[in-house]
């Protein structure tokens, strides 16, 4: 079965510094892996995602993710964080042995501190 | 932006009454899901269609019923609403590739007194 673990229910960072946001999954068979990002009263947005091939993989609005197959973990980082980044951010697994359902992460809260 | 719209966007109703809420596409899309979403559970799982008249049960199935009689639309109903379905659900298509993302809708906020 896939399950996703989000460390940390709420970041804050400053504006300007290092978003880091942490995902680990669990998946008996090569995972497929997204990220989301949810802004209050809005629905899910689709901020990146891993299939096959590059690990590092880029993103909207200047996030990109690793898959770390060995640590089975997609954190999600931007370099410099904006005002506007602060949203709630949610991981999500799926894989072939999953009937075509997504698991999701509880989700991280990033608040930006100007 | 895919095309998805859930209605109605809010609700509040009594214990014990029956709700339905919709979900509309224009993508064509095979696959419709609904979740709910509560704080601290994130996205849980509800029900999910794979075709007309193809439906499975999810996570949270337990109080919810749905059905789709056409491509663009999957209706969850709770027959007889409970307090602890107040949440806010959300509705996702996908073309069904597992390697595809899922687009969602902007939500249902309901609230049962």
């Known amino acids: 079965a896939q399950s996703v673990t989000q460390l940390g229910s709420h970041v804050s960072v400053s504006e300007g510094a290092l978003v880091l946001l942490r995902c680990n999954y669990s998946?008996?068979?090569?995972?497929?892996l997204f990220w989301y990002v949810q802004y209050p009263n809005q629905g899910l947005q689709l901020l990146l995602k891993y299939t096959t091939g590059a690990t590092l993989v880029k993103g909207i609005n200047g996030f990109e993710a690793e898959f770390k197959k060995s640590e089975t973990s997609f954190h999600l980082t931007k370099p410099s964080a904006h005002m506007s980044d602060a949203a709630e951010y949610f991981c999500?697994?799926?894989?072939?042995?999953?009937?075509?359902?997504?698991?999701f992460g509880t989700g991280t809260s990033l608040t930006v501190i100007p | 932006d895919a095309g998805i719209t859930q209605s109605p966007r809010h609700k509040v109703t009594e214990t014990g009454t029956p709700v339905t809420l919709r979900c509309h596409q224009t993508e064509n899309h095979r696959y419709m899901y609904w979740y709910r979403q509560d704080p601290g559970h994130g996205l849980r799982l509800i029900h999910y269609?794979?075709?007309?008249?193809?439906?499975d049960k999810g996570e949270v199935s337990d109080g919810y019923s749905v059905s789709r009689s056409k491509t663009e639309d999957f209706l969850l109903t709770l027959e007889s609403a409970t307090s602890s379905q107040t949440s806010v659900y959300f509705c996702?298509?996908?073309?069904?590739?597992?390697?595809?993302?899922?687009?969602f809708g902007d939500g249902t906020r309901l609230s049962i007194l």
């Open positions: 269609s794979y075709g007309v008249k193809d439906t």
């Open positions: 998946s008996s068979v090569p995972p497929y």
């Open positions: 999500a697994v799926s894989a072939e042995n999953t009937g075509n359902q997504f698991y």
């Open positions: 996702a298509i996908s073309a069904g590739q597992l390697n595809q993302p899922q687009h």
